[in-house]
């Protein structure tokens, strides 16, 4: 799956777990980042702007992308149900201490299939086990497996994730690790001149530290 704002066009990254061994709480974890190195050549008109961008920019009324936006929403997007190119991190892992397996890492290049584009909204429900029922989920926006089978499988997963990350997140942080968090302005615009009406402010919650310690780990 990939957990994204809710606003996201261009998913970038996904994640999978697999538990290797239940009575060891030995864990598989895959971190998937979008792979656009086929589609943008070395030295290309099209490298060289993207070198020059460095990073897409995000404006309150509109985002200066740093690929075009057939590359970087459509093709090379991990979007569900849709075969995608990515370099892929997979680790093994212990869910009682979360300890690395060391002889356990390596990095490829994969073929990613994502079940779902799932929000931090939706997973923080999930986390906090709120009712969330298969039939309240939309195709149209991705969420929706494609059976209510994967769709708790993917539940599960993510109880595991957030077991394991909690516990990452605690011996990072008691290891001396420095806490930064700063706040999400959301602007509001208005559908005819897209200009700023109104704003809110996001802050991070369990989904965000969840995605935040896998990043950290595969880096």
Known sequence: ISIDPYTSKDLDDAIHVKVIDEEKKLLEIGVHIADPTTYV??????????LFRGTSVYLVQKKLSMLPLIL???????????????????????????ELDQN???????????????????????????????????FED?????????????????????????????????????????????FDLDEETKQPKSFHISTKNEAHNLIEELMLISN
């Not at 050549?41 to 993207?50: F, I, N, V």
């Open 72 to 98: 970087s929403e459509d093709v090379c997007s991990i979007m569900p149900k849709k075969d995608t190119l990515a370099i892929s991190c997979i680790f093994r892992i212990n869910l009682t201490d979360g």
């Open 142 to 186: 991705g969420s929706k497996p494609e059976n209510e089978e994967i769709f708790k499988n993917l539940v599960n997963s993510v109880d595991i994730l957030y077991q394991l990350t909690k516990i990452v997140r605690k011996a990072r942080f008691d290891s001396g690790s420095l806490m930064i968090d700063n706040d999400d302005i959301y």
């Open 41 to 50: 050549e070395e030295g290309s008109l099209l490298d060289k702007e993207a």
């Open 104 to 138: 356990y890492t390596y990095f490829c290049p994969s073929v990613v299939n994502s079940r779902a584009k799932w929000d931090y909204d939706l997973v923080q429900k999930i986390i906090e086990k709120k009712e969330e029922k298969y039939d309240d989920l939309k």
